[in-house]
């Protein structure tokens, strides 16, 4: 990409900063084990006080006006955590799964999915597929999870079912683009983040969305998922909106 050219959304537009708001905020919910170890509970502990925090996260994200939340779940990388946590963390998904979708009707939220949803148990496979379906029309926001997800395998696949479609005649490589690059990725018909926030004081994107935040704008907090409020989403919202976003152009 060179320094003159905007990142390629799925045409649908970004915010520019300046006083707006993000369309699309993506956040890296990190910290949950330390805050379960700084008070002397379980790992598990921390996943379900950091599930409440998600949910606060999407309430506020409705009520600021953001059309696009991006929620980092579970990576692909996390299948190599414990067993144990793995199942607690499967469980914690069943049953948000199961008791969140009336909310989620009831807020005119919209769920959708990215990731390897193969590697999940396929009980959990069913009730995405069912929630995905009983809020598609909702309009208010799209809320993303990102599951068993890795941004450079997105991108290998992407670029493997290109591949294949160029070795079947039915494209011209030469006419391979950004544009086109980018409506075989999994957030096709999404916009790319204005915004990617991410907790715990980590400074790093961790294989999360490697083609979309290419030009997103960063915000790094210290403070742990669990405790993260509304209040501090409103404050980044807030940051966000006081800073310029030139995409590699000279300030005006």
């Given at each position: 990409?060179?320094?003159?050219t905007?990142?390629?959304?799925?045409?649908?537009p970004?915010?520019?900063?300046?006083?707006?708001?993000?369309?699309?905020?993506?956040i890296?919910m990190?910290g949950?084990g330390?805050?379960?170890?700084a008070?002397?509970?379980p790992?598990?502990?921390?996943?379900?006080?950091?599930?409440e925090?998600?949910?606060?996260?999407?309430?506020?994200?409705a009520?600021?006006?953001?059309?696009?939340i991006?929620l980092?779940g579970f990576s692909?990388?996390?299948?190599?955590?414990?067993?144990e946590?793995?199942?607690?963390?499967?469980?914690?998904?069943r049953?948000?799964?199961?008791?969140?979708i009336?909310?989620?009707?009831?807020?005119?939220?919209?769920?959708?999915?990215i990731g390897n949803?193969?590697?999940?148990?396929t009980?959990?496979q069913?009730?995405?597929s069912?929630a995905e379906?009983?809020?598609?029309n909702?309009?208010r926001?799209?809320l993303?999870?990102?599951?068993?997800?890795?941004g450079?395998?997105?991108i290998?696949?992407?670029?493997?079912?290109?591949?294949?479609?160029?070795?079947?005649?039915?494209i011209d490589p030469?006419?391979i683009?950004?544009e086109?690059?980018s409506?075989?990725?999994?957030t096709?018909g999404?916009?790319?983040?204005?915004?990617?926030?991410?907790t715990?004081g980590?400074?790093r994107i961790?294989?999360f969305?490697?083609?979309?935040?290419?030009?997103?704008?960063?915000?790094?907090?210290?403070?742990l998922?669990?405790?993260?409020s509304?209040?501090?989403?409103d404050?980044?919202l807030?940051?966000?909106?006081?800073r310029?976003?030139?995409y590699?152009?000279v300030?005006?």
């Open positions: 990409m060179t320094a003159k905007k990142p390629v959304s799925n045409d649908l970004a915010s520019d900063g300046g006083g707006k708001l993000p369309a699309h905020v993506a890296i990190d949950n330390r805050w379960a170890k008070r002397g509970l790992r598990s502990a921390g996943h379900k006080r950091g599930a925090a998600a949910r606060k996260a999407v309430r506020a994200a009520e600021a006006g953001v059309s696009y991006t980092f692909s990388e996390n299948w190599s955590r414990p067993d946590e793995v199942s607690d963390l499967m469980g914690l998904l049953f948000y799964l199961k008791r969140e009336k909310s989620l009707q009831k807020d005119g939220v919209r769920l959708r999915v949803r193969a590697m999940l148990p009980d959990i069913e009730l995405i069912a379906k009983q809020t598609e909702n309009a926001i799209t993303i999870i990102a599951l068993s997800y890795g450079r395998a997105e290998v696949n992407a670029a493997m079912s290109l591949a294949v479609k160029a070795s079947e005649g039915v030469s006419e683009n950004e086109m690059f409506g075989y990725l999994e096709v999404i916009p790319d983040p204005d915004l990617l926030i991410r715990s980590e400074k961790s294989n969305l490697l083609w979309q935040t290419a030009y997103s704008e960063f915000i790094f907090t210290d403070t998922w669990p405790d993260f509304a209040e501090d989403f404050a980044a807030a940051e966000f909106s006081a310029e976003r030139r590699g152009k300030s005006g």
